[in-house]
């Protein structure tokens, strides 16, 4: 089985500082990852994701991600914050068997001025 | 291009009434999903759909839910007969093929139960 873990379930950063959103994974070959980011009242919506290649991934709205096997880690950070970015974020693992999404239980970002 | 549409977006009902959700997935995306959002929660997989066949509904509670997707397109979940616990956002998903791993979700029902 696998579990995607966000260990923090809410972080409050001040504008114009860095990002940093946790995210931990099991499972045994190397998963598809994914970031999403849900606002109030909205969908989800991909920010980045990561299959193969350069362990550094962009995304859009200025976030990346950085696989590290080693540690079975996809972290997603962004330098600057801006208010927002104040929203839900979501880290998501799909199995390469069966391609089946699963969801972590989602960090709450709130941006203060 | 359009994104996922759902309607309802906000549905209140008391408990024991049904309740119908539809979901008109981008054009030409032949997979189309179904989760289950509780609040404090990432979505949960309901059921999966291949075209117009329901090829993953391991997590769907069949006693009182079902689904469709005729003609390979619209999709509609329902619930009958709704109870408190089934509160929580309905989340509608559909991507071009399983290989490509990305989702696109549309704006979910919000459903509450009285």
């Known amino acids: 089985a696998q579990s995607v873990t966000q260990p923090d379930i809410h972080i409050t950063v001040s504008e114009g500082a860095s990002l940093e959103l946790r995210c931990n994974y099991s499972?045994?070959?190397?998963?598809?990852l994914f970031w999403y980011v849900q606002s109030p009242g909205q969908g989800l919506q991909l920010l980045l994701k990561?299959?193969?290649?350069?362990?550094l991934v962009q995304g859009i709205k200025g976030f990346e991600a950085e696989f590290k096997r080693s540690q079975s880690s996809f972290n997603l950070r962004k330098p600057s914050v801006h208010w927002s970015d104040a929203a839900e974020y979501f880290c998501a693992v799909v199995r390469s068997n069966d391609y089946k999404l699963s969801f972590g239980a989602g960090t709450t970002v709130t941006v203060r001025a | 291009e359009a994104g996922v549409v759902q309607s309802p977006r906000y549905k209140i009902i008391e408990k024991k009434q049904p309740v119908a959700f539809w979901c008109n997935p981008i054009s030409g995306h032949n997979t189309l999903y179904w989760y289950l959002q509780n609040l404090g929660q990432g979505p949960e997989l309901l059921i999966r759909y291949e075209n117009e066949e329901a090829v993953d509904d391991s997590q769907l509670p069949k006693d009182r839910f079902s689904a469709e997707r005729l003609k390979g397109v619209d999709s509609t979940l329902k619930i009958q007969p709704a109870e408190l616990g089934d509160s929580a956002v309905y989340l509608c998903?559909?991507?071009?093929?399983?290989?490509?791993?990305?989702?696109?979700f549309g704006p979910g029902t919000r459903l509450t139960v009285t």
């Open positions: 998903a559909s991507s071009s093929g399983l290989a490509s791993g990305e989702q696109y």
């Open positions: 990561y299959f193969s290649g350069d362990t």
């Open positions: 499972y045994g070959a190397t998963p598809y």
